[in-house]
């Protein structure tokens, strides 16, 4: 599973850095970015919540 980050959608909230460290964290310009190439296994469950938690619908599954 890959995901990705809108940076033209994302708003900066943090919800998806709280549900799933393991994939989301803090760009520079303070916006959420995916920092691994594909989401582990172990940790899809929670990407997956991030994705249907953002609230502008900025993280896409490719």
Partial sequence: MKVTVDQDLCI??????DTCP???????DGM???IVDEVPEDV??????????????????E
Avoid: M, S, T, Y
Wanted: net charge negative.
């Fill in 12 to 17: 900066g909230c943090g919800a998806c850095i």
């Fill in 22 to 28: 393991e994939v989301f964290d803090w760009n520079d």
């Fill in 32 to 34: 959420a970015q995916v």
């Fill in 44 to 61: 899809e469950e929670l990407a997956r919540q991030a994705l249907d938690d953002c609230p502008v619908e900025a993280i896409k599954e």
